[in-house]
């Protein structure tokens, strides 16, 4: 347990808000009062963590429903999430050919893998130097990079 001597009553207040939000991992004395800080990631109330679906079971999951199987049924048989059946079933009735079933994260990057090494290494070059850049401060530099390499929005 650290014993933490304040100045002020506000200390106090900045400790005990801390504590509500989860962002101390110690235990902190004052006086009386013992504020216990446990690491805690704060979650959003009603958000469900995403569920990732095999891509052979969701194809077998797609062409039961295109033989005319309810949605709802084969999404429970199958364990696949309703909408995520839905929009694929409804991607390979649209289309004449075969579709994929994997996400495609690729589409949204900016940067190619190599360029991410090249800014991790002047990233982690200029610590060593002393001289860390804010989490702020190297999120502009990345974008600077990305308007002088004419990168896509």
Do not use: W
Not at 40 to 57: F, N, T
Not at 78 to 106: F, G, H, S
Not at 125 to 151: P, T, V
């Amino acid at each position: 347990m650290a014993e933490v001597k304040l100045r002020s009553r506000s200390e106090l207040n900045v400790l005990a808000i801390c504590h509500l939000h989860g962002a101390l991992d110690t235990e902190v004395r004052y006086t009386k009062l013992i504020i216990k800080c446990e690491e805690h990631i704060k979650e959003k109330k009603g958000a469900k963590p995403r569920i990732r679906v095999d891509p052979q079971i969701l194809k077998e999951a797609v062409n039961k429903v295109l033989e005319g199987n309810a949605i709802e049924g084969t999404a429970k048989e199958y364990n696949v999430p309703i909408m995520t059946l839905k929009k694929y079933a409804r991607k390979q009735m649209d289309q004449k050919n075969e579709i994929t079933y994997e996400p495609n994260y690729r589409q949204s990057q900016v940067f190619t893998k190599e360029e991410e090494l090249h800014l991790a290494m002047y990233l982690e070059k200029a610590s060593k130097l002393h001289h860390g850049l804010s989490s702020l401060c190297f999120r502009q530099l990345a974008y600077q990079l990305a308007i002088q390499n004419q990168k896509p929005d």
